[in-house]
């Protein structure tokens, strides 16, 4: 009965997070042109990827005219990142990535925290460097629980300017090419997730 609650436990803890830990970041700046894609499970591989420069004005889309203010921005961010996971998954084989890292367990192309807060930053690096981003900057990445307050799970981070305001810009809860989810790191850290049946936030222009 004991080794029954014990596996429940566990059971219970893989369907809420991540089970692997963020490696070291590193490695050539990236540019639309010539980026690296992790999936495999904690970025285990990397695939080059170049997006073609009427693929990137489709991501730039998003930002013009540009938002008003932190909070457009924000919306803007969500879908621009579902937007490049749409772009780059034919390529890298994660176009069918499930919400999360256990329902889609075994299956080719699925990826955990791991890989998704690593490209996460990718795209926010390079939405910066582009000149797109006039109310936050890329702020690495943060990891809760370590095993002793729940399962490890990973994001991206962005900083507001001016507030230095931290969000979490977490696109593991969502199938891959959806919005990502952007909250306040404060909360993430908490254990945030999306309330059950909630649907990612709604693209604010249309997603080219």
Do not use: K
Not at 47 to 63: G, H, K, M, N
Not at 76 to 96: F, K, N, S
Not at 139 to 156: L, N, Q, S
Not at 177 to 193: M, Q, T
């Amino acid at each position: 009965m004991r080794a029954r609650h014990a596996l429940a436990a566990l059971g219970l803890a893989l369907a809420a997070g991540c089970a692997t830990t963020a490696p070291d970041g590193g490695g050539p700046i990236p540019r639309p042109e010539a980026f690296a894609v992790c999936h495999g499970h904690g970025c285990e591989q990397r695939t080059p990827v170049s997006l073609t420069p009427a693929e990137w004005a489709r991501v730039a889309a998003l930002f013009r005219p540009p938002p008003a203010d932190a909070a457009a921005e924000r919306r803007a961010v969500a879908c621009a990142v579902g937007l490049l996971e749409r772009l780059v998954g034919p390529r890298t084989g994660t176009a069918g990535d499930l919400g999360g890292t256990f329902p889609g367990l075994g299956r080719p192309g699925q990826m955990d925290c791991v890989d998704e807060a690593s490209n996460t930053g990718t795209y926010l690096r390079m939405l910066a460097d582009a000149g797109l981003l006039r109310f936050h900057v890329p702020d690495g990445r943060a990891t809760r629980g370590y095993f002793v307050m729940g399962w490890p799970h990973t994001t991206a981070v962005m900083r507001e300017r001016g507030t230095g305001r931290r969000w979490a810009v977490d696109s593991w809860f969502e199938d891959n090419g959806r919005p990502a989810r952007i909250v306040p790191l404060g909360l993430w850290r908490r254990g945030w997730r999306p309330p059950p049946g909630e649907p990612p936030p709604a693209c604010t222009r249309p997603t080219p």
